[in-house]
């Protein structure tokens, strides 16, 4: 019965986010979610991160949006791993953003790859190393990832 409570109330917490058949309510959608969540339900573990981050149905809070991420990712969510490297590069700790992008890149998430090439391309937390950013960014591309794909074309412009 836990399990089914907790996809039933998952459920339940996106059609009050999107007002599907129910009035939009992003405060209810976070109850409903903190209670999935709360009984091991993955996805709603991993949109707890989300909820807190953009401060959706809750206040903003990064330190609870990273608890939430870092919960995500030990279960080898890479949209969790992904956030976390998100949230470090705009915190300007380039290193952690890396780490967790490489881990992201590794578990599968291919617009990882464009940020570890942002990483080499402007040499946040390495030695700046455009070769090895081009790399990352036609590895991105190659898996349709929109923005190597614009940083690209850019670049071959650029160069004309």
Same mark, same amino acid.
């Given at each position: 019965?836990?399990?089914?409570?907790?996809?039933?109330?998952?459920?339940?917490?996106?059609?009050?986010?999107?007002?599907?058949?129910?009035a939009?309510?992003?405060?209810?959608?976070?109850?409903?979610?903190?209670?999935?969540?709360?009984?091991?339900?993955?996805?709603?573990?991993?949109?707890?991160?989300?909820?807190?981050?953009?401060?959706?149905?809750?206040?903003?809070?990064?330190?609870?949006?990273r608890?939430?991420?870092?919960?995500?990712?030990?279960?080898?969510?890479?949209?969790?791993?992904?956030?976390?490297?998100?949230?470090?590069?705009?915190?300007?700790?380039?290193?952690?953003?890396?780490?967790?992008?490489?881990r992201?890149? /590794?578990?599968?998430?291919?617009?990882?790859?464009?940020?570890?090439?942002?990483?080499?391309?402007?040499?946040?937390?390495?030695?700046?190393?455009?070769? /090895?950013?081009?790399?990352?960014?036609?590895?991105?591309?190659?898996?349709?990832?929109?923005?190597?794909?614009?940083?690209?074309?850019?670049?071959?412009?650029?160069?004309?």
């Amino acid at each position: 019965m836990g399990n089914n409570h907790a996809i039933w109330r998952y459920n339940l917490s996106l059609d009050y986010l999107q007002g599907k058949n129910v009035a939009q309510d992003d405060e209810k959608s976070f109850a409903l979610n903190a209670e999935a969540a709360k009984l091991g339900h993955r996805d709603a573990i991993l949109a707890m991160g989300w909820y807190f981050l953009g401060g959706i149905g809750v206040e903003q809070n990064y330190e609870k949006a990273r608890k939430w991420y870092r919960k995500s990712a030990r279960h080898g969510e890479p949209k969790a791993m992904f956030s976390l490297g998100r949230i470090a590069y705009t915190e300007k700790d380039f290193i952690e953003s890396l780490t967790w992008f490489k881990r992201a890149a /590794e578990a599968g998430h291919s617009r990882s790859l464009y940020w570890i090439g942002k990483h080499y391309w402007f040499g946040h937390g390495v030695p700046q190393q455009k070769k /090895e950013a081009m790399k990352f960014f036609h590895q991105a591309a190659g898996k349709k990832v929109i923005a190597a794909t614009r940083v690209l074309k850019f670049l071959s412009r650029r160069k004309k």
